[in-house]
Protein backbone atom coordinates (compact mmCIF):
# COMPACT_ATOMS: atom_id res chain seq x y z
CA UNK A 1 0.00 0.00 0.00
CA UNK A 2 1.46 2.98 -0.97
CA UNK A 3 1.37 5.89 2.11
CA UNK A 4 1.00 8.64 -0.12
CA UNK A 5 -2.39 7.31 -1.54
CA UNK A 6 -4.05 6.52 2.08
CA UNK A 7 -2.75 10.41 3.68
CA UNK A 8 -4.00 11.92 0.16
CA UNK A 9 -7.16 10.20 0.74
CA UNK A 10 -7.76 10.86 4.70
CA UNK A 11 -6.44 14.86 3.41
CA UNK A 12 -9.67 14.80 0.65
CA UNK A 13 -12.02 13.41 3.33
CA UNK A 14 -10.93 15.86 5.90
CA UNK A 15 -11.43 18.70 3.45
CA UNK A 16 -14.56 17.31 2.44
CA UNK A 17 -15.81 16.98 5.83
CA UNK A 18 -15.11 20.69 6.51
CA UNK A 19 -16.09 22.16 3.78
CA UNK A 20 -19.96 20.15 4.27
CA UNK A 21 -19.25 22.10 8.18
CA UNK A 22 -18.59 25.14 6.99
CA UNK A 23 -22.03 24.96 4.84
CA UNK A 24 -23.59 23.68 6.83
CA UNK A 25 -23.12 25.44 9.93
CA UNK A 26 -25.10 28.45 8.95
CA UNK A 27 -28.18 26.25 8.29
CA UNK A 28 -27.96 25.37 11.94
CA UNK A 29 -27.41 28.45 13.55
CA UNK A 30 -30.38 29.80 11.69
CA UNK A 31 -32.45 27.11 12.47
CA UNK A 32 -31.88 27.34 16.19
CA UNK A 33 -32.41 31.02 16.03
CA UNK A 34 -36.14 30.49 14.26
CA UNK A 35 -36.74 27.97 17.11
CA UNK A 36 -36.26 30.61 19.93
CA UNK A 37 -38.01 33.50 17.62
CA UNK A 38 -40.45 30.42 17.62
CA UNK A 39 -40.63 29.91 21.18
CA UNK A 40 -40.47 33.66 22.22
CA UNK A 41 -43.19 34.64 19.71
CA UNK A 42 -45.21 32.05 21.35
CA UNK A 43 -44.83 33.34 25.44
CA UNK A 44 -45.76 36.66 23.70
CA UNK A 45 -48.92 35.50 22.63
CA UNK A 46 -49.46 34.03 26.25
CA UNK A 47 -48.72 37.14 27.20
CA UNK A 48 -51.24 39.00 24.97
CA UNK A 49 -53.91 36.49 26.17
CA UNK A 50 -53.00 36.80 29.78
CA UNK A 51 -53.84 40.49 29.41
CA UNK A 52 -57.55 40.18 27.83
CA UNK A 53 -57.86 36.88 30.29
CA UNK A 54 -55.71 37.42 33.35
CA UNK A 55 -54.55 35.00 35.06
CA UNK A 56 -52.33 35.59 38.38
CA UNK A 57 -50.45 32.61 37.83
CA UNK A 58 -49.81 33.03 34.23
CA UNK A 59 -48.97 36.13 34.36
CA UNK A 60 -46.38 35.11 37.18
CA UNK A 61 -44.61 32.97 35.53
CA UNK A 62 -44.51 35.02 32.13
CA UNK A 63 -43.06 37.71 33.78
CA UNK A 64 -39.75 38.12 35.66
CA UNK A 65 -39.98 39.45 39.69
CA UNK A 66 -37.20 42.44 38.23
CA UNK A 67 -40.43 43.76 35.43
CA UNK A 68 -39.76 47.21 34.58
CA UNK A 69 -43.75 47.54 32.38
CA UNK A 70 -43.51 50.94 31.19
CA UNK A 71 -46.78 52.89 29.79
CA UNK A 72 -46.73 55.13 27.01
CA UNK A 73 -48.01 57.86 29.74
CA UNK A 74 -44.65 57.61 31.81
CA UNK A 75 -46.39 55.64 34.75
CA UNK A 76 -43.64 52.50 35.13
CA UNK A 77 -45.36 49.57 36.58
CA UNK A 78 -42.99 46.31 38.69
CA UNK A 79 -44.21 43.01 38.58
CA UNK A 80 -46.41 43.31 40.91
CA UNK A 81 -48.30 47.14 40.20
CA UNK A 82 -48.41 45.38 36.45
CA UNK A 83 -50.37 42.02 37.66
CA UNK A 84 -52.22 43.85 40.44
CA UNK A 85 -53.99 46.29 37.53
CA UNK A 86 -54.98 43.27 35.24
CA UNK A 87 -56.94 41.24 38.20
CA UNK A 88 -58.63 44.10 39.79
CA UNK A 89 -58.97 45.69 36.61
CA UNK A 90 -58.43 48.85 36.54
CA UNK A 91 -56.26 48.31 33.33
CA UNK A 92 -58.58 46.28 31.55
CA UNK A 93 -58.17 44.85 28.14
CA UNK A 94 -61.41 43.85 26.16
CA UNK A 95 -59.25 42.81 23.13
CA UNK A 96 -55.74 42.86 21.88
CA UNK A 97 -53.68 42.75 18.52
CA UNK A 98 -50.34 43.27 17.93
CA UNK A 99 -49.65 43.80 14.38
CA UNK A 100 -45.95 44.61 12.48
CA UNK A 101 -44.20 42.04 14.99
CA UNK A 102 -40.58 41.57 14.91
CA UNK A 103 -38.18 39.26 17.49
CA UNK A 104 -34.42 39.54 17.52
CA UNK A 105 -32.89 36.64 19.68
CA UNK A 106 -28.82 37.21 21.13
CA UNK A 107 -28.55 34.30 23.37
CA UNK A 108 -30.94 34.49 26.49
CA UNK A 109 -31.90 37.86 25.49
CA UNK A 110 -34.77 38.55 23.23
CA UNK A 111 -36.59 41.43 22.17
CA UNK A 112 -39.42 41.95 20.45
CA UNK A 113 -41.20 45.13 19.12
CA UNK A 114 -45.11 45.41 17.47
CA UNK A 115 -47.79 47.53 17.28
CA UNK A 116 -50.68 46.95 20.21
CA UNK A 117 -54.26 47.66 19.32
CA UNK A 118 -56.95 47.19 21.52
CA UNK A 119 -60.04 47.71 23.33
CA UNK A 120 -60.22 48.80 26.98
CA UNK A 121 -62.98 48.93 29.77
CA UNK A 122 -60.23 50.79 32.48
CA UNK A 123 -62.47 51.22 36.07
CA UNK A 124 -65.55 50.35 33.79
CA UNK A 125 -64.70 53.28 31.06
CA UNK A 126 -64.77 52.10 27.29
CA UNK A 127 -61.62 52.87 25.66
CA UNK A 128 -59.37 52.04 22.45
CA UNK A 129 -55.73 52.37 22.20
CA UNK A 130 -53.34 51.88 19.64
CA UNK A 131 -49.43 52.41 20.77
CA UNK A 132 -46.06 51.13 19.67
CA UNK A 133 -44.29 48.36 22.08
CA UNK A 134 -40.98 47.32 23.10
CA UNK A 135 -40.55 44.06 25.29
CA UNK A 136 -37.10 42.66 26.31
CA UNK A 137 -37.45 38.96 27.19
CA UNK A 138 -34.87 37.25 29.19
CA UNK A 139 -34.39 33.32 29.51
CA UNK A 140 -34.57 31.77 32.67
CA UNK A 141 -34.57 28.32 33.51
CA UNK A 142 -35.44 27.44 29.94
CA UNK A 143 -38.41 29.65 30.66
CA UNK A 144 -38.22 33.17 28.50
CA UNK A 145 -40.09 35.76 30.70
CA UNK A 146 -40.41 39.61 30.37
CA UNK A 147 -38.21 41.32 31.55
CA UNK A 148 -38.79 45.00 30.58
CA UNK A 149 -41.45 46.68 28.29
CA UNK A 150 -41.89 50.40 27.48
CA UNK A 151 -44.62 51.69 25.35
CA UNK A 152 -44.35 54.92 23.27
CA UNK A 153 -48.02 56.91 21.12
CA UNK A 154 -47.31 56.41 17.19
CA UNK A 155 -46.16 59.87 15.82
Known amino acids: MNPFNSHWSLRCAQGVTLAAALVTAP ?26 DPDQATLTGLTSPLLSYGHSGGKVDTQASFIGALMDKSSDFVSITFSDQTI ?15 ATND ?19 GQWRLLARQAVRPT
Open 27 to 52: LVAHAQASAEEQAVASVVEKLRVAMV
Open 104 to 118: SVSGNVAVVRHTLAG
Open 123 to 141: RGTPGNVTIKVLTVWQKDG
